[in-house]
């Protein structure tokens, strides 16, 4: 493992993670735990989230909820508001890249996909903003995919709802900016991820993949993570409203 920075400035801040429980969520989980701060983290897994739990030493907190039920949502956050304190920084990870065939895709389908990948972004922003402003200052953290920036097939649903998400970063930090709250996006390129290793990894697919990048290994979620945490750090108190790219130069 390199021998990663440590930023002092997010020692004690209060960090909300949504789908923290597995994959670069988790990984961002414990990096940030890492730094000193206490970490709430929203997902719909029990199992895995009180596992994570187990790993970390300080004051951190799950809240179990379905982020398509954005009063759900709400309600996990004041839980974990309750628990760790409201919020410094909050990382809008939630996502899933499921593949489907255009010719398939129903209207009820397309809408649960942006529910899943868009929709709680933009309220989990809204639920957190408020005590940010309060506070002086914050930054949130979304993550998008460069799926779409290489025009990948197999799921346009999800590339659509990725791609819309630096519209939400962009027009996000420029209402909240004056409030000194800054607004990014971490676009990651195909991560290592156990999912992606059970469902989609192969090793043509991996050589392939690899071939396209500037940099010739595969990325390992921690990456990403580490790029958050800058971003989430005094170090990056003059970034917002940009793209910060963790993908070896697969563009």
């Known amino acids: 493992m390199p021998d990663f920075a440590r930023y002092p400035s997010l020692k004690d801040k209060t ?22 701060a206490r970490v709430g983290f929203v997902d719909l897994d029990r199992d895995a989230g009180e596992r994570l739990l187990s790993e970390l030493d300080g004051q951190h907190a799950l809240a179990v909820c379905d982020l398509r039920d954005i009063e759900g949502l709400r309600g996990a956050f ?11 920084v ?53 993550i998008g995919s460069n799926s779409w920036w290489e025009a990948g097939g197999g799921f346009p649903a999800y590339a659509t709802s990725k791609a819309a998400v630096h519209g939400l970063t962009r027009t996000m930090a420029r209402d909240l900016g004056p409030h000194r709250i800054r607004v990014n996006t971490v676009v990651p390129g195909w991560i290592m991820t156990d999912r992606q290793k059970e469902l989609w990894v192969t090793p043509e697919a991996l050589a ?26 005094d170090d990056a108190a ?13 563009i």
């Open 90 to 142: 909050l990382v809008n990870n939630a996502a899933r890249d499921d593949r489907h065939d255009w010719r398939e895709v129903t209207p009820e389908y397309w809408d649960e996909r942006q529910a899943t990948n868009l929709r709680h972004m933009f309220f989990a922003i809204q639920s957190v903003a408020p005590g940010m402003i309060e506070a002086g200052g914050g930054s949130i953290v979304n």
């Open 208 to 233: 392939k993949q690899v071939d396209r990048q500037c940099l010739p290994d595969p990325i390992d979620p921690i990456y990403v993570a580490r790029m958050v945490l800058y971003l989430a750090s």
């Open 78 to 88: 004041e839980d974990l508001v309750a628990e760790v304190g409201p919020a410094h």
């Open 15 to 36: 960090v909300f993670v949504t789908g923290g429980a597995s994959g670069i969520g988790a990984e961002t989980v414990r990096a940030f735990a890492g730094q000193g």
């Open 238 to 250: 003059m970034c917002t409203a940009n793209n910060f790219m963790v993908e070896a130069g697969s």
